[in-house]
C-alpha cells in the first residue's frame, strides 16, 4: 500500500518544503519509489529541486499524473511540479465540495506506483491543504522551535479532525517534526517540552538542528542530502527517514 504523507502547517516558514523535499529524497535512496507533490503555488518544492513550475498545475487540469511527472536528479525520485498560475489558485480558493473530491479522486487515482508519495501544502488551511489531507495516510507536521510555534494549531488539529470524519479510517497522524532545533537555546528546550506534553506519543524522536547547509542546499538545486552529506541537517534527515520507515 502507498503511504501518502500530507506535510503541513497553516503557519509559513516552519520547514514544511524542507521537510518534504529531503524525506522524500532519504526515501528514494533508501529504495522507495518516491514522488513529491508541490501543490503550493510559491512552488518552493520544484525550483529547491532545480525543477521548473508548470505553466498551469497538472492536478487541475486533471492530467494524467504518470504524463505529467518529471524526473528528479535522484534515482526514485519524481516530482509533479506546483503552478504559480493565479488562475488555477483562485479557481481552487472558489472551489466547492464536489470540485475538491473530483481533485482528490484524480490525485489518488495514479498513485499506486509508488510506495511514498510526499505532498508539499501551502501555509493555509485552504482547499489545497484539505484536498492534501483529505487525500493521504498521514499528516506529517513540521513545527519550528520558536514562540508562536503552538499558536493557530488548535485550528490545524480541528481541521484534520474534520478529514478524518469524513474519510473514517483513512488519515493518521504520522507525526510532528521539531525544525530548526537550537539546543544552545533555552527557548528550544521550552519549546520541545511544550510541544511533547501536549502531543505525546506522536512527536517524532528525531529533532533538525538549524543548519546553514539545509537553508543552502536548495540554491544547488539539491537535498541537503546530496549538497553537504555529512552535515548535521543531512544526518538528521536520514535519521528521520528512518523513524518514518520504521513508523509504518
Ligand atoms: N533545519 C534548517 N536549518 C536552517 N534553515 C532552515 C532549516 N529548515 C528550513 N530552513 C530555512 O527556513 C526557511 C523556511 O523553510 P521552508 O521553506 O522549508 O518552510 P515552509 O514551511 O515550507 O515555508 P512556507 O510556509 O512559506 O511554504 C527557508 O529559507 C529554509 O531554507
Ligand atoms: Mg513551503
Known sequence: MVRILCVANQKGGVGKTTTAINL????????????LIDLDPQCNASSGLGIAPAPRHPLILRQPIHE???PAKIPNLELLPGSRSF???????????????????????EL????FVLIDCPPSLGTLTQTAL????EVLMPIQCE????EGLTQMIQVIRGVMQRFPGRLEFGGIVLTMYEAALELTHEVDAEVRDFFGEIVLGTVVPRDVAVAEAPSHASSVLDYAPRSR??????????????RE
Open 233 to 246: 541537517g543531512a544526518r538528521a534527515y536520514i535519521e528521520l527517514c528512518m523513524e518514518v520507515l520504521e
Open 134 to 137: 483529505s487525500a493521504s495516510t
Open 112 to 115: 499506486e506506483g509508488y510506495d
Open 147 to 150: 514562540y508562536f510555534a503552538m
Open 68 to 70: 505529467s511527472v518529471i
Open 24 to 35: 522524500a529524497a532519504g526515501l528514494a535512496r533508501s529504495g522507495s519509489r518516491t514522488l
Open 87 to 109: 488562475q488555477d489558485v483562485d479557481a481552487l480558493a472558489r472551489s466547492d465540495e464536489s470540485q475538491a473530491d473530483l481533485l482528490r479522486q484524480h490525485l489518488l487515482r
